[in-house]
């Protein structure tokens, strides 16, 4: 079955404090996968794709990157604003290019 | 310009009645998107269109809901006879055309609370 796992659920951090998060996923035939941004009471705002294994991508003080099992979310020296929830999904195997599985995402805080 | 608009952006409703959540995509964007997203999880695909057409409405759970897109703009997920389960946020997205490469727009969401 096709699925998305987060890790950590949670994650507090100091302001300057570099760290990654973690999504991994079992999906026949990765198409892509997506990095997502979600603040309290908004909808999702979309960071990055990525296609292949391999392939990194940057914005600012987060860096993607894409393995064949996993894909990192690493954020170097955070701010309180990058405090959100980071969300990652691919494409399910065999659904159109519309259905996106989603993970349960990671709670990120960052304390000045 | 305007980004995804939906409306209403809290709706309250007892179970077993009906209700209508709306979405304006981004003008111009042929694919249109439907979620829900329950506290703490991540969103869940239910319906996606692309002009018209349901091209994908394999995410719908029963046949308690149902979505139309008639003029290819403003999307219409209606939900016959809620109950409690059905509440959560419900999240429209679009993007200028189908293709993964076509990065998806999510509006604020409507807020649904069935008591």
């Known amino acids: 079955e096709d699925q998305v796992t987060q890790s950590p659920e949670a994650l507090r951090l100091q302001e300057g404090e570099s760290s990654s998060l973690n999504c991994s996923y079992t999906?026949?035939?990765?198409?892509?996968l997506f990095w997502y941004r979600q603040d309290p009471g908004k909808g999702p705002e979309f960071l990055f794709t990525?296609?292949?294994a391999g392939e990194e991508k940057e914005k600012e003080r987060l860096k993607a990157t894409l393995t064949k099992k996993e894909s990192f979310l690493h954020i170097t020296a955070p701010k309180p604003e990058d405090s959100a929830t980071y969300l990652c999904?691919?494409?399910?195997?065999?659904?159109?290019?519309?259905?996106?599985?989603f993970g349960k995402g990671t709670k990120l805080s960052v304390k000045p | 310009g305007a980004g995804v608009s939906q409306t209403p952006s809290n709706k309250v409703t007892e179970k077993g009645k009906y209700v209508e959540l709306r979405c304006d995509p981004i003008?111009?964007?042929?694919?249109l998107y439907w979620y829900r997203q329950s506290l703490g999880q991540g969103p869940e695909f239910l319906i996606y269109?692309?002009?018209?057409?349901?091209?994908?409405d394999s995410g719908l759970p029963n046949d308690r809901f149902f979505a139309v897109r008639p003029e290819g703009s403003v999307s219409t997920l209606k939900i016959q006879r809620t109950e409690r389960g059905d509440s959560a946020v419900y999240l429209c997205?679009?993007?200028?055309?189908?293709?993964?490469?076509?990065?998806?727009?999510f509006g604020p969401g409507t807020r649904l609370t069935v008591l």
């Open positions: 269109f692309q002009g018209t057409g349901a091209a994908d």
């Open positions: 999904a691919v494409p399910r195997y065999g659904g159109s290019q519309g259905n996106l599985i």
């Open positions: 003008s111009g964007h042929t694919a």
């Open positions: 997205a679009s993007s200028l055309t189908a293709g993964l490469n076509n990065e998806q727009f």
């Open positions: 999906v026949s035939g990765l198409r892509g």
């Open positions: 990525l296609y292949s």
